[in-house]
Every structure is written in structure tokens, then in C-alpha cells.
């Protein structure tokens, strides 16, 4: 079963409680189509039914898919600050870019941007117990990815909207006080991008298993070329994890825990 709204000039909350009432009163729906979006916030928060797919037509406002568990949601278009804010489960695609916070304390789930995203994308993702977030960006990222991020993985494709590559990214302070997960950037990054607690790793192929069904998944949502595929696949990644468990563990003295 699927239904329509036209969200044209219609409050956050009023869109909101519809989508709610309308899953209360029809359990049988399984697409909501929302038309007219245009900065109403909080679309699917707390949602929990698996098989329910809402696609947005337009740009969605901030904290998209908030403690969302199950539900995929598609904008046709770009998304505001915090898309995936504190996910628990699901997916969230995004056919445009994403603004600051994309991912902000995502615990599972997966988010897909086939643009770029702002400042602090990714910030205290944490893996938890058997969910582990996964962020991947098809464009680039600004300053502070992955800050603070304690589980989870992040991918940063650096193509354009036709495969084309984007050059060095030029984000700094990357992963700054990471201390869990784990970042991986295709192209080079220099020491000095990387924010305090961050450190380039060995790339391995263990790595390039672990992060090759993500990719495989993204070129299928945004319907990219095999040859596309298989370049990204084929390419030099850098992988950019923790220091230590415990990056600022020597600012703290016996007397002050």
C-alpha cells in the first residue's frame, strides 16, 4: 500500500503526526511519498517498521531519520544538517549532498550521500554491540570528519556527480579524538590534515573486503556504471584510525577520576 502527501506549507509537526497517523491507521503501507518538502524537520524520527520505504521530494530540514530503527528513507534532492542524527537502524539515501553533522552519533544503519557533506560529518559514531554505522559520501567532506567518533566506518568516494574524480579533498582536523572506527579516504591525505588522536594506517585487502560491499552498494543506488565500480575498487585508498583507545588518557590524573 502506498500514499501520498503534499507537504506544500505544511508545519514540521502537522507533516509529522500525519506520517505517524497514517502507519497507526493503515499497518499495511509500505511506501509514503512526501512531495513539496521544503525544510521540515524531524521526518521519520523514532520510526520502527522495517518494511517502510519514504521517499522526499525536495530538502528535507535538519535531523532526518533521528533514533529512526528500520525504516529506508530516499531524498530525491538535499538534506539538511544531521540526516541519520543518533540512527539506530535503516537506511537513509540522499540523491544531492547533506550539511554539517551528517551521521551526528549514528549507533547502525547506513547513510548514502551521493554528494558532499559539511563540517563534523560523522562525530561521535559509535558501533553498538552488533550494529555498526556506515557513512559514504560520494563527493568530499569539510573539516572535522569523523571527529570524535568511537565506532563505525566512514567512506569518502571523492567523485563527481559523473564519476569523474575530485582531486586531493581538502578537509583538515580529520578524526579528530577518534577513538574507535575507522575513516578510509580515496586518494592521498597528508599527516598534517589529520586532527589530534588520528593516525594513517596500512590499507589492507582486509580492508578493501571490508569496505567493497558498501561501495558495490552505493554505485547500485545511484545507478553507477561498472566501470565506475570498479575504479573506485581499484584505487589507492588511505584508511585513517585511532592512535589509541584512549587518545587523551594522559590528561587525566588519579586524583581528578
Known amino acids: 500500500m502506498e500514499v501520498e502527501i503534499d507537504a506544500k506549507n505544511m508545519h514540521y509537526k502537522e507533516l509529522n503526526e500525519k506520517i505517524h497517523q497514517i502507519l497507526r491507521e493503515n499497518p499495511n503501507v509500505k511506501k ?36 529512526m530503527s528500520g525504516p529506508t528513507i530516499i531524498v530525491h534532492g538535499n538534506a539538511e544538517f544531521a540526516p541519520g542524527n543518533t540512527m539506530d537502524d535503516g537506511t537513509i539515501v540522499i540523491y ?12 547502525g544503519g547506513k547513510v548514502f550521500v551521493r554528494g558532499d557533506v559539511g563540517y563534523r560529518s560523522g562525530i561521535h559514531m559509535k558501533a553498538y ?15 572535522f570528519l569523523g571527529e570524535y567518533m568511537a565506532g563505525g566506518t566512514i567512506i569518502v568516494l571523492n567523485i563527481d556527480e559523473k564519476g569523474n574524480d575530485l582531486g586531493k579533498i581538502k578537509g583538515r ?5 577518534i577513538h574507535g572506527g575507522a575513516i578510509y579516504i580515496r586518494g592521498e591525505i597528508d599527516k598534517d590534515q589529520l586532527g589530534v588522536a588520528a593516525d594513517i594506517k596500512e590499507f589492507t585487502k582486509e580492508d578493501l573486503e571490508k569496505i567493497k560491499p558498501y561501495i558495490e552498494e552505493f554505485c547500485k543506488w545511484f545507478n553507477l556504471s561498472e566501470d565506475i565500480k570498479n575504479k573506485l575498487l581499484n584505487s589507492k585508498w588511505t584508511k585513517i584510525a585511532p592512535i589509541s583507545k584512549r587518545p587523551f588518557g594522559k590528561l587525566y590524573t588519579p586524583d581528578l577520576m
Do not use: C
Not at 130 to 137: A, S
Open 32 to 67: 509514503i511519498i512526501l512531495k513539496n518538502v521544503l525544510g521540515q524537520r524531524f521526518i521519520g524520527n523514532g520510526l520502527q517498521k522495517k518494511d517502510l520505504t519514504i521517499e522526499i521530494y525536495g530538502i528535507p530540514g535538519g535531523d532526518l531519520g533521528m533514533f
Open 96 to 107: 544531492g549532498s547533506s550539511g554539517d553533522v551528517t551521521a551526528h552519533s549514528m549507533r
Open 173 to 177: 582536523m580529520i578524526g579528530t579524538g
Open 129 to 143: 554491540k552488533d550494529k555498526v554505522p556506515v557513512l559514504v559520501i560520494g563527493g568530499t567532506a569539510k573539516d
